[in-house]
């Protein structure tokens, strides 16, 4: 399916603190750009190449990701959190599209 | 010579069976005593046989698989099956065919609409007179609601719809009314097929899914081979596939021609095994090694 649908995990609420888990996964098909059709001609790459999370204006996580990274790249990272906010997830295509997602915890 | 390499052999003999005991009776015992606990719900995964069932008690697959594959599908987040969910979902919104429909023109809300419909599949259908099964229904319904080109048996939007269309029932019973139609024929030709010995090996569902299951085939650990978690994701695979899929599988497996996927014969049998599996919840999307 061509419709590109981000999806993440976060903990609803944590103690200040904690150090939870997040979960992201994005449905794409990241063309490696190794292969080739049936005529021989080389499939153009595309790929989700950067994927980025801000957490109250500051980066809490961030990724290259390169070719040869599978269909549908789940990526799971912990962070600390320390007071209530929000996640803002980021996943940046080849062809310069951006996909979002955005996810509030309530730290107590 | 001949005396001392024959008295070595009657050694071994002695040894080997107290081996294989100790090892059928510690490690591979059957069933683990795992408990299915799915974004907070618990999912039973065995009940009591119901009366005329050939199995004393009933067990999900579930609990024959490794610890990995059964956390895969405790969290809907690392199920891999949940992007075709999504797929299915965004299938279901979408309008296609002649008549210019979708699912949701007359099934509006599948979370309402289509709860309890897997549970109670295949069911008789008096304009086919046949079964329904999920792919057939939703074939029906393709071509005569909504102008539409059938889906293939095994295509990935097909997998994907009876994947969406099947969660909406997880949870819940698996209940075949076999009053209705000639379903109770059916079944019993299901049963015929279930017990007949076929392919080089000359095995029958029976002689593994009946009373070997819990035991090591090789290096896999034999299930009951019930049916409530299909469409299975399954890690063979790296995909879903159908309850036809798997009988080709296991007819492969035993070097028998496998039937065709939707074949009168296959269908027999998945009225079959879903009965067989009375009572026990719904898993779809499952998540099987």
Not at chain 2, 18 to 33: H, K, N, R
């Amino acid at each position: 399916m061509a419709k590109i649908k981000p999806r993440v995990k976060v903990p609803k609420t944590a103690s200040a603190g904690d150090v939870i888990t997040i979960k992201t996964l994005i449905k794409h098909k990241m063309e490696s750009g190794q292969r080739k059709d049936k005529e021989g001609k080389v499939i153009p790459r595309k790929i989700i190449n950067h994927f980025k999370v801000d957490f109250a204006g500051k980066t809490v996580f961030e990724a290259q990701i390169q070719p040869g990274t599978s269909a549908n790249p789940f990526l799971s990272f912990s962070v600390k959190v320390q007071e209530s906010g929000e996640f803002h997830f980021t996943w940046t295509d080849d062809d310069g599209s951006v996909y979002e997602a955005k996810k509030s915890i309530a730290v107590s | 010579m001949q005396i001392k390499s024959a008295s070595r052999l009657v050694g071994r003999a002695l040894l080997l069976p107290t081996l294989a005991l100790s090892f059928s009776s510690v490690a591979f015992a059957g069933p683990d005593e795992n408990q299915l606990i799915i974004e907070g719900e618990t999912i039973s995964t065995d009940t009591k046989a119901a009366a005329g069932n050939p199995l004393p008690h009933l067990y999900s697959g579930w609990r024959f698989r490794s610890i990995e594959t059964q956390a895969l599908q405790a969290d809907d987040f690392e199920n891999p099956a949940f992007t075709a969910v999504d797929t299915g979902e965004e299938l279901w919104n979408t309008v296609d065919g002649s008549a210019g429909k979708s699912c949701s023109s007359c099934h509006n809300d599948a979370a309402e609409s289509m709860a309890g419909v897997r549970a109670k599949m295949p069911s008789w259908s008096d304009s086919l007179g046949k079964p329904h099964t999920m792919e057939t229904q939703i074939n029906a319904c393709r071509e005569e609601q909504m102008g539409a080109e059938k889906w293939k048996w095994e295509a990935q939007d097909m997998l994907a719809m009876t994947a969406y269309v099947g969660l909406q029932s997880r949870g819940m019973p698996v209940a075949l009314d076999l009053e209705k139609g000639e379903m109770q024929d059916w079944h019993d030709k299901g049963e015929d097929l279930y017990n007949t010995r076929v392919g080089q090996l000359n095995l029958s569902c029976a002689n593994c899914h009946g009373g070997n299951f819990g035991k090591m085939i090789r290096a896999d650990h034999l299930s009951q081979g019930q049916t409530n978690g299909f469409p299975v994701y399954r890690l063979k695979w790296g995909g879903l596939g159908s309850i036809h899929r798997r009988f080709k599988g296991c007819m492969d497996n035993i070097r028998a021609t496998p039937y065709k996927r939707g074949s009168d014969e296959f269908i027999a049998l998945e009225v079959y095994t879903a009965n067989r599996g009375q009572g026990l919840s719904v898993e779809t999307p499952s998540v099987r090694n």
